[in-house]
């Protein structure tokens, strides 16, 4: 994974990585904290958590990069060893 992705709009940057989760800080081009894409393990899926200090408005071309990014994230996890089970399958 690329540790920074810009779209229209967004930025995305890693700024973690576990070994077998990222954390990404999501934030506007004009550098406004967004809030992180963290992996929510009940559901198994990489999540966007905005900033609860902010509001964050969105419209579909937004919507549209985050769920992009959000998939770019889950590929990357089914398709590389380090990010699932540390025998490399999916739980």
Known sequence: ????????????????ETGRTYQVDVSSKRGAYLGDIVFHAP???Y????DCGSIT????????????YLGELMADRQTNPLHGRPDGREP
């Open 1 to 16: 994974m690329k540790t920074r992705v810009e779209t229209e709009f967004l930025v995305f940057t890693i700024e973690s």
């Open 43 to 45: 559901w198994r899926r």
């Open 47 to 50: 999540v966007f958590k905005p």
């Open 57 to 68: 408005i969105m419209d579909a071309k937004c919507l549209i990069a985050l769920a992009t």
